[in-house]
């Protein structure tokens, strides 16, 4: 198991492991059944319909060969450099210029690029966008953050409902079976674990785009497209908002969202900047 791949994995658990104990404050033993139960289910929602449901969010429409064949062509070819079978390819009815992918597996995966993309980026460029994708369905990135996404919406729901119980006064007493925090404790536990989770949905999201990055830059054996591409995204991300449901946001190749001044400390991407350093950073024997 590779460092990257050992400390997703450890991330994930911490994220379950909150979501149970908050269950456990908000009811005790009965809660933390609850949560459990939660947290599976949830999982097998996120690994089965992560795709579906990221697609039609987004509002991405499958795009044909006859519709769209030099980015079916693009992405055939990358795909054949990455080891990987063609993903489902889609179009998202947007100006602003971003991309994300999806899929529990390459198997089941699909690539969804928007308007704006196929017309401000030139061909090297778009290249290492697609690249940098088809490195989170290779790496299952996406099924990831998609898991670390509803554990994290599942802590938060809990915490909403944690708080409410405990300022109308149902609380679990100390000496009650199974546990079940005081009023105090119901409070700081539904106060405290949604932010954990966010910043642990923050890490987990952070490492794998700087991953996504050099794997897709190996894959097109070139640092700089990626780069140039990245620099130009962000430019007109910022002109141009794009209209996303912040807990997608996570998965497109740039924050579709501002992240100005202190916000950006919560962002789910790494800065702009430090990515394009790492990328132009990266030597001719990086890249093989």
Do not use: C
């Not at 990358?78 to 889609?90: D, E, T």
């Not at 001044?261 to 790492?278: D, K, N, Q, Y």
């Amino acid at each position: 198991m590779s460092g990257n791949t050992f400390k997703t994995f450890i991330l994930l658990a911490g994220l379950t492991v909150l979501l149970l104990l908050i269950g456990q404050a908000l009811g005790g033993r009965s809660g933390l059944y609850f949560a459990f139960f939660m947290a599976l289910v949830m999982n097998m929602v996120g690994y089965w319909f992560s795709d579906k449901i990221a697609l039609a969010m987004s509002g991405a429409k499958e795009a044909s060969m006859n519709e769209a064949p030099e980015l079916h062509q693009m992405i055939e070819r990358l795909a054949v450099q990455a080891g990987l079978p063609k993903p489902r390819v889609y179009i998202i009815p947007q100006d602003t210029p971003n991309a994300f992918a999806t899929g529990r597996n390459p198997e089941h995966s699909a690539v969804a690029v928007t308007q704006g993309i196929l017309r401000i980026l030139k061909p090297a460029e778009l290249e290492g966008v697609l690249a940098h994708e088809l490195s989170h369905i290779r790496n299952r990135d996406i099924l990831i953050s998609s898991v670390a996404a509803v554990i994290a919406g599942a802590i938060s729901y809990l915490a909403t409902m944690a708080q409410w119980g405990a300022f109308l006064g149902m609380g679990r007493s100390d000496d009650e079976e199974g546990g079940g925090g005081n009023i105090v404790g119901v409070i700081l536990m539904a106060i405290v674990a949604p932010i954990a989770a966010m910043l642990i949905q923050m890490a987990i999201s952070r490492s794998r785009e700087y991953q996504a990055d050099a794997t897709g830059a190996k894959i097109i054996g070139a640092g700089q497209p990626l780069a140039n591409a990245l620099l130009k995204l962000e430019e007109y991300n910022k002109q141009i908002p794009m209209q996303v449901n912040p807990a997608q946001a996570q998965m497109y190749i740039v924050n579709p969202l501002s992240a100005t001044g202190v916000t950006r400390l919560f962002s789910t991407h790494p800065p702009i900047e430090e990515r394009v350093a790492r990328l132009m950073a990266m030597r001719p024997q990086d890249l093989h």
